[in-house]
């Protein structure tokens, strides 16, 4: 069985910034790939930002140049950095990791962007 724990969510200004965290615990043999996708009221879940084990980094289109993802590989951990952020960057954000032929996503920590 494989634990996610998102952390870091929350409510912030438009401009502002949030960083979230998401550490992978349980059954996991090898993750190739950890990132976050988020889903709007309305909206299908869509890829936010995307890390591979050897750094390679794939971003969805309306948050490149605003948020950047790393990861900590020693402690099974990602980080998502956002800044600049919009109304439009509201939703639930969902963390997503793909060990072997397997996917596995966290339980959602909301990011609301409001004044």
């Known amino acids: 069985q494989v634990q996610l724990v998102e952390s870091g969510g929350g409510l912030v200004q438009p401009g502002g910034s949030l960083r979230l965290s998401c550490a992978a615990s349980g059954s996991i043999f090898s993750i190739y790939s950890m990132g976050w996708y988020r889903q709007a009221p309305g909206k299908q879940r869509e890829l936010v930002a995307a890390?591979?084990?050897?750094?390679?980094?794939n971003y969805g289109d309306s948050v490149k140049g605003r948020f950047t993802i790393s990861r900590d590989n020693a402690k099974n951990t990602v980080y998502l950095e956002m800044n600049s952020l919009n109304s439009e960057d509201t939703a639930v954000y969902y963390c997503?990791?793909?060990?072997?032929?397997?996917?596995?996503w966290g339980q959602g920590t909301q990011v609301t962007v409001s004044s």
């Open positions: 890390i591979t084990s050897g750094g390679r980094t």
């Open positions: 997503n990791i793909v060990h072997g032929d397997i996917q596995s």
